[in-house]
């Protein structure tokens, strides 16, 4: 059974980082293409970005471009999203998904962590 156990978030001044853990367990990690969802106050949970096995990764959310990263370390099972210059729009609670391809669709995804909440004021 795939399970997350997401960490990191917190609160922040605009114009902070965060770095997101993700540590997944259940399946066979260094096959599966991970992709971070964000859930933001009264809104849909949207794909933000996407790592595959091979390493290389893209955001999906035009906002994140240039301000965040994506990693991952199969051996500590762990994936990373860095996020610098933090905004007040980047307030959300944060997941990461398994998949065998990188999808932003929330609704094909079955199995969820907790989440990190990420809250940006001043």
């Known amino acids: 059974q795939l399970q997350f156990l997401e960490s990191g978030g917190g609160s922040v001044q605009p114009g902070g980082s965060l770095r997101l853990s993700c540590v997944a367990s259940g399946f066979s990690l260094d096959k599966y293409f991970i992709t971070w969802f964000r859930q933001r106050p009264g809104r849909e949970r949207e794909g933000v970005g996407c790592?595959?096995?091979?390493?290389?990764?893209?955001f999906y959310a035009t906002d994140l471009r240039g301000r965040g990263t994506l990693s991952r370390d199969n051996a500590r099972r762990t994936i990373y999203l860095q996020l610098n210059r933090l905004e007040a729009a980047d307030t959300a609670v944060y997941y990461c998904?398994?998949?065998?391809?990188?999808?932003?669709?929330?609704?094909?995804?079955?199995?969820w962590g907790h989440g990190t909440q990420v809250t940006v004021s001043s």
């Open positions: 790592i595959t096995p091979s390493y290389d990764w893209t």
């Open positions: 998904a398994a998949q065998a391809a990188c999808t932003t669709d929330a609704s094909v995804l079955s199995s």
